[in-house]
């Protein structure tokens, strides 16, 4: 339920809704629009609060979100969230567009120093590496751990690029969460609930890629977790679902974006890489990405893809990555000149 405030409530009736709900155990988000001032109502609702609640001095409207999830729908916040990456203050969402490239993992000093510089000179705004890989395989390479954080934070503190990694597991949020400036919950992890929660209880912008399996409710459920602990910094990002076919690794579905926009107010960003699983085909689901209205890209890219110990496959090469994103640069300056 969501109760909107009429434009020239006082901060004592606002007060007086917030304190009428916390009496009777609900749990209330504010969400401060430019237009209006709503307040999000969570718990157990009963069938007389509504009219209750539109008794009260100031209360404009009282309305149900008949989504199951409730602070990631469009219904409580119909602005579109605009998150603040990093020191450097990166923006994502609301027209703010980012790029996050890097490698699939971290390797080696020398390696994300040149991946960093690179990507920078490109035109990328974040920096993306894996310190804790999720493999399929036990005996593959699982990443660098803490020293693979430590090698981020020096490309960090040369390029400026803030930071993107994955946290796979809730023992590993603080540590993870001292270096980077946003926790990314991979595939594997869309519905690690205690994962959810814990990076719910950070700071730190969260962002949660779709399950392979995953329906775009049971995906903006994942979101509303992060947010329900008191997070409402959310990406979300469509890497590639597991259908029928074989021959790619995924099948990117862009019905995502804008059926997201719809839904959601929260950003959204687009993996051509793990969704296709084909360097080839990355830069070309990547300009579809962005005419369907993406709010971001990320993007893998290495020195030597051939050498890569994980996905070199899908991996860009420096020079594909400039070439890239030359092409959505053009993209979205069309999209702009759009009505
Ligand atoms: C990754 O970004 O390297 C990754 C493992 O992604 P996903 O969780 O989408 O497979
Ligand atoms: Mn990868």
Redo the contacts with the bound molecule.
Sequence with gaps: MIVVMSQGASSDELENVKEHLSKRGLKVHMSEGIERTVVGVIGQIYPELQSELELMDGVGEVVRISKPYKLASKEFKSDDTVISIGEAGVKIGGGEFVVFGGP?AIESEEQVMETARAVKKSGATVLRG?AF??RTSPYSFRGMAEDGLKLMDLARKETGLPLIT?VMSERDVDLVAQYTDVL?V???NMQNFALLDEVGRTTKPVMV?RGFSATYEDWLLAAEYVMAGGNKSVILCE?GIRTFETFTRNTMDLNAIPVIKQLSHLPIVS?PS?GTGKWDYVTPLACASVAAGADGLIIEVHPRPETAWS?GAQSLTLENFDALMSKVRAIRSAMSDQP
Aim: charged share 50%.
């Design positions: 699939c894996g890989k999720p994955e990314q991979g595939a594997r890629k890497r993996d793990h996905d």
